[in-house]
């Protein structure tokens, strides 16, 4: 009989990982079902379950606070989450519903399914963990007397099969203020840290948090960091920003984020201190785009440059810590691709070899979350392969007329037979094609599955293009291409492939006029790099469009709109054709185009 782990992540960016004998069968972030971005609470995810099972061995729980801080079932008292696998028949259904042995709550690790996640996935057979993220666990401490709070911010972890992750480092803010405390041989009994390990204990904002400050201080939500990172390369050096991260009380030997500069609003996150330097500040009456204003600029280029500093301290502390050459990187500031690509240079006479996890959000956790209750109960040392893609989502087997009532009901003017040759003449011919086929990707590249294609040697191609999904100006666009050329148009910096599109990579001599649709203004390009056997439709694609070009990469970007998920299902596909200039939707493996009504 099969074994079935259901592992849920609750928070922000809620998903759900599924794992058939310690096998992934469904990775889904609940934003996709929901359509509404980063959601939380994965309850239509866990009702999907019942697609592939009737049955769960266990349902494993991952977020930053205790499932008892869930909210309750009316009436029978038993958690939500447990409430609603119970009522879906997928655990078995107690007298007692607080006693659920198939119900695993690991929400105090959170840092650690971030790990377990990175680690299962890399190929390591052991390796160190670096763990840089917003705010973890909620850890509560007793701190000069008081009973205060505190959050994860950073953490390191030796990582070991089956399922040894052992603290050896970890960074906790709170609101304080008071002063810093650092334990060389921190003592602690919380489940899944007992033993000792080092610790810095502050009233600081760490490193991501930090991030998502200047991010909020650009004008979006701290969750939108993407943004900023976008931005950064438009912004110069300037003596009128000081350190982001400095000397911490004067001690020497760790840093932290300056506190004068950036104020923490634990846990939801930081705010840059305007009132107190006078080139941070923005007059009252400002009514325009932040992004123009050159003090935003100037910060995103600050706080790039030195939280990526920053992390990359942590790489080498953890490798010195622990002897460990393999090192995994994830949590929510390892999706920084400019920060990935500068490590591969920094780190190259170093020995180490690094793996970037690239679903490092909090939907990670739920599949970290799976894997180590997998490895723990089976006791199974066998190392895992390494990552080879991310088709997990759900794969729709659609029919003809389905696929036609759906462009109906949205209004498109046709559906009609077509093929890659055609889709290379529309966007040669300056048309966007979305291509929608296959499994959803997990994570939040979009990787040929569910796309927007163009052509990247169109010189105002990226006006275009972020004007028709409603992005500000200064967002670049990834690139799709066949993996044989990659080296001859990319410096992968001794990388063989990249195929989650987690770098972004400078571009050789000579090719950065070539594609200026995709090359952003410091000369970098998102790359993900394409095989027959991961994704042979869109290899195919790609292919044909170097053989009528001599170009062997496609623009890419995800297939949605600003301020939404990507598309999931082919109604939402074509209610988002409707809802924009893009003007046809490619389903290859239906040799099908659908044309909007535009």
């Given at each position: 009989?099969?074994?079935?782990?259901?592992?849920?992540?609750?928070?922000?960016?809620?998903?759900?990982?599924?794992?058939?004998?310690?096998?992934?069968?469904?990775?889904?972030?609940?934003?996709?079902?929901?359509?509404?971005?980063?959601?939380?609470?994965?309850?239509?995810?866990?009702?999907?379950?019942?697609?592939?099972?009737?049955?769960?061995?266990?349902?494993?729980?991952?977020?930053?606070?205790?499932?008892?801080?869930?909210?309750?079932?009316?009436?029978?008292?038993?958690?939500?989450?447990?409430?609603?696998?119970?009522?879906?028949?997928?655990?078995?259904?107690?007298?007692?519903?607080?006693?659920?042995?198939?119900?695993?709550?690991?929400?105090?690790?959170h840092?650690?399914?971030?790990?377990?996640?990175?680690?299962?996935?890399?190929?390591f057979?052991?390796?160190?963990?670096?763990?840089?993220d917003?705010?973890?666990?909620?850890?509560?401490?007793n701190?000069?007397g008081?009973n205060?709070?505190?959050?994860?911010?950073?953490?390191?972890?030796?990582?070991?099969?089956?399922?040894?992750?052992?603290?050896?480092?970890?960074?906790?803010?709170?609101?304080?203020?008071?002063?810093?405390?650092?334990?060389?041989?921190?003592?602690?009994?919380r489940?899944?840290?007992?033993?000792?390990?080092?610790?810095?204990?502050?009233?600081?904002?760490?490193?991501?948090?930090?991030?998502?400050?200047?991010?909020?201080?650009?004008?979006?939500?701290?969750?939108?960091?993407?943004?900023?990172?976008?931005?950064?390369?438009?912004?110069?050096?300037?003596?009128?920003?000081?350190?982001?991260?400095?000397?911490?009380?004067g001690?020497?030997?760790?840093?932290?984020?300056?506190?004068?500069?950036?104020?923490?609003?634990?846990?939801?996150?930081?705010?840059?201190?305007?009132?107190?330097?006078?080139?941070?500040?923005?007059?009252?009456?400002?009514e325009?785009?932040?992004?123009?204003?050159?003090n935003?600029?100037?910060?995103?280029?600050?706080?790039?440059?030195?939280?990526?500093?920053?992390?990359?301290?942590?790489?080498?502390?953890?490798?010195?810590?622990?002897?460990?050459?393999?090192?995994?990187?994830?949590?929510?500031?390892?999706l920084?691709?400019?920060?990935?690509?500068?490590y591969?240079?920094?780190?190259?006479?170093?020995?180490?070899?690094?793996?970037?996890?690239?679903?490092?959000?909090?939907?990670?956790?739920?599949?970290?979350?799976?894997?180590?209750?997998?490895?723990?109960?089976?006791?199974?040392?066998?190392?895992?392969?390494?990552?080879?893609?991310?088709?997990?989502?759900?794969?729709?087997?659609?029919?003809?007329?389905?696929?036609?009532?759906?462009?109906?009901?949205?209004?498109?003017?046709?559906?009609?037979?077509?093929?890659?040759?055609?889709?290379?003449?529309?966007?040669?011919?300056?048309?966007?094609?979305?291509?929608?086929?296959?499994?959803?990707?997990?994570?939040?590249?979009?990787?040929?599955?569910?796309?927007?294609?163009?052509?990247?040697?169109?010189?105002?191609?990226?006006?275009?293009?972020?004007?028709?999904?409603?992005?500000?100006?200064?967002?670049?666009?990834?690139g799709?291409?066949?993996?044989?050329?990659?080296?001859?148009?990319?410096?992968?910096?001794?990388?063989?492939?990249?195929?989650?599109?987690?770098?972004?990579?400078?571009?050789?001599?000579?090719?950065?006029?070539?594609?200026?649709?995709?090359?952003?203004?410091?000369?970098?390009?998102?790359?993900?790099?394409?095989?027959?056997?991961?994704?042979?439709?869109?290899?195919?694609?790609i292919?044909?469009?170097?053989?009528?070009?001599?170009?062997?990469?496609?623009?890419?970007?995800?297939?949605?709109?600003?301020?939404?998920?990507?598309?999931?299902?082919?109604?939402?596909?074509?209610?988002?054709?409707?809802?924009?200039?893009?003007?046809?939707?490619?389903?290859?493996?239906?040799?099908?185009?659908?044309?909007?009504?535009?």
């Amino acid at each position: 009989m099969s074994q079935w782990i259901a592992a849920i992540a609750r928070g922000h960016n809620s998903g759900l990982c599924l794992l058939k004998d310690g096998e992934i069968v469904l990775s889904i972030e609940e934003e996709r079902l929901s359509r509404n971005k980063y959601d939380g609470g994965p309850y239509a995810c866990m009702t999907r379950i019942l697609d592939f099972t009737d049955t769960l061995d266990y349902l494993v729980i991952a977020h930053t606070q205790p499932l008892s801080e869930a909210g309750h079932c009316d009436f029978s008292g038993d958690p939500i989450y447990v409430a609603l696998a119970r009522k879906l028949g997928l655990i078995d259904r107690k007298e007692n519903p607080n006693q659920h042995p198939q119900v695993i709550d690991l929400s105090s690790t959170h840092h650690k399914l971030h790990a377990a996640c990175a680690f299962y996935r890399s190929g390591f057979s052991r390796a160190a963990a670096v763990v840089v993220d917003g705010a973890g666990t909620f850890i509560p401490m007793n701190i000069n007397g008081e009973n205060e709070m505190t959050w994860e911010l950073e953490s390191m972890f030796n990582c070991e099969y089956p399922s040894e992750f052992k603290t050896v480092y970890k960074h906790q803010g709170g609101r304080g203020p008071w002063n810093s405390i650092r334990f060389e041989e921190f003592s602690s009994e919380r489940e899944g840290e007992e033993g000792t390990h080092e610790m810095i204990l502050d009233d600081t904002a760490g490193i991501t948090k930090a991030y998502e400050a200047v991010t909020q201080y650009c004008g979006w939500s701290p969750i939108e960091a993407g943004k900023t990172m976008g931005l950064f390369p438009y912004g110069t050096p300037n003596d009128d920003i000081p350190d982001v991260y400095t000397d911490y009380n004067g001690a020497s030997e760790w840093k932290t984020s300056n506190r004068d500069l950036i104020v923490p609003t634990y846990p939801n996150g930081a705010l840059v201190n305007q009132g107190r330097f006078k080139y941070l500040k923005t007059e009252y009456d400002f009514e325009g785009d932040m992004t123009l204003l050159q003090n935003r600029r100037d910060m995103a280029y600050a706080i790039q440059v030195e939280s990526q500093q920053m992390v990359l301290d942590l790489i080498r502390k953890v490798v010195d810590m622990t002897g460990q050459t393999n090192v995994v990187l994830t949590g929510g500031y390892a999706l920084n691709c400019v920060a990935n690509y500068w490590y591969l240079d920094q780190l190259k006479d170093e020995g180490i070899n690094l793996f970037v996890e690239p679903v490092s959000n909090d939907a990670g956790t739920a599949i970290g979350a799976a894997l180590l209750q997998y490895h723990r109960v089976t006791k199974d040392a066998q190392v895992r392969e390494p990552l080879k893609d991310l088709y997990t989502g759900f794969e729709y087997m659609y029919s003809t007329d389905q696929i036609v009532d759906a462009a109906d009901k949205y209004g498109s003017t046709r559906v009609f037979e077509a093929t890659n040759k055609d889709v290379i003449d529309l966007i040669t011919n300056k048309n966007i094609v979305a291509i929608f086929q296959g499994r959803s990707e997990a994570g939040p590249r979009a990787l040929g599955n569910r796309s927007i294609l163009y052509d990247p040697r169109d010189p105002d191609g990226k006006d275009f293009v972020n004007k028709v999904k409603n992005r500000e100006y200064f967002r670049p666009f990834a690139g799709s291409i066949l993996k044989e050329h990659v080296h001859e148009w990319f410096d992968l910096r001794g990388m063989d492939e990249t195929p989650f599109m987690m770098y972004a990579v400078k571009c050789q001599d000579g090719i950065e006029e070539k594609i200026p649709a995709i090359i952003h203004v410091d000369g970098t390009c998102r790359i993900q790099t394409v095989t027959e056997e991961q994704n042979k439709n869109y290899y195919d694609l790609i292919k044909e469009f170097y053989e009528a070009t001599g170009c062997p990469i496609v623009f890419n970007t995800s297939f949605n709109l600003g301020g939404e998920p990507l598309v999931e299902t082919i109604d939402d596909a074509c209610r988002t054709l409707s809802e924009s200039d893009i003007e046809y939707l490619y389903l290859p493996e239906h040799g099908l185009m659908i044309e909007a009504k535009n």
